[in-house]
């Protein structure tokens, strides 16, 4: 019997193999290297699995008016019940941050375009400000 065309075949065929996985392993090495994470989103739970803050990337869509609401990017800070008490959006005409409480307070600043707004809405749904 001669093994030996097999032998080499098989050789040969785990030496490129292993070249391969090396090439690989180095190329994805070299992109881990940077120190940045890249992804769509990202979601940062607590212990018992609840996401407590998250990033987003929502894109455009059509309102139910028919305009255009522009692609965003939002950031939520999240409290132990699942209420976001802190917002902080970036769109392609502008940016906004809202501050909540555990109640229905809450303290919002928009600008978009060239309209800036401060609203301040206080427990009892009474506005303060202009």
């Not at 996401?51 to 692609?71: C, H, K, N, T, W």
């Not at 132990?80 to 909540?100: H, R």
């Given at each position: 019997?001669?093994?030996?065309?097999?032998?080499?075949?098989?050789?040969?065929?785990?030496?490129?193999?292993?070249?391969y996985?090396?090439?690989?392993?180095?190329?994805?090495?070299?992109?881990?290297?940077?120190?940045?994470?890249?992804?769509?989103?990202?979601q940062?739970?607590?212990?018992?699995?609840?996401?407590?803050?998250?990033?987003?990337l929502?894109?455009?869509?059509?309102?139910?008016d028919g305009?255009?609401?522009?692609?965003?990017v939002?950031?939520?800070?999240?409290?132990?019940?699942?209420?976001?008490?802190?917002?902080?959006?970036?769109?392609?005409?502008?940016a906004?941050?809202?501050?909540?409480?555990?109640?229905?307070?809450?303290?919002?600043?928009l600008?978009?375009?060239?309209?800036p707004?401060?609203?301040?809405?206080?427990?009892?749904?009474?506005?303060f400000?202009?």
């Amino acid at each position: 019997m001669k093994l030996t065309p097999v032998l080499v075949g098989l050789t040969v065929i785990n030496l490129g193999l292993v070249g391969y996985q090396t090439l690989y392993a180095t190329a994805a090495k070299a992109a881990a290297d940077d120190g940045i994470l890249r992804g769509k989103g990202l979601q940062i739970t607590d212990d018992k699995g609840r996401v407590r803050a998250s990033i987003s990337l929502f894109p455009a869509s059509r309102q139910p008016d028919g305009s255009m609401y522009p692609e965003t990017v939002l950031l939520r800070l999240i409290t132990s019940e699942g209420k976001p008490t802190v917002k902080i959006s970036a769109l392609e005409d502008g940016a906004g941050m809202s501050l909540g409480s555990n109640g229905p307070a809450y303290a919002q600043i928009l600008a978009r375009n060239d309209r800036p707004e401060l609203n301040l809405v206080g427990r009892d749904g009474r506005r303060f400000g202009p």
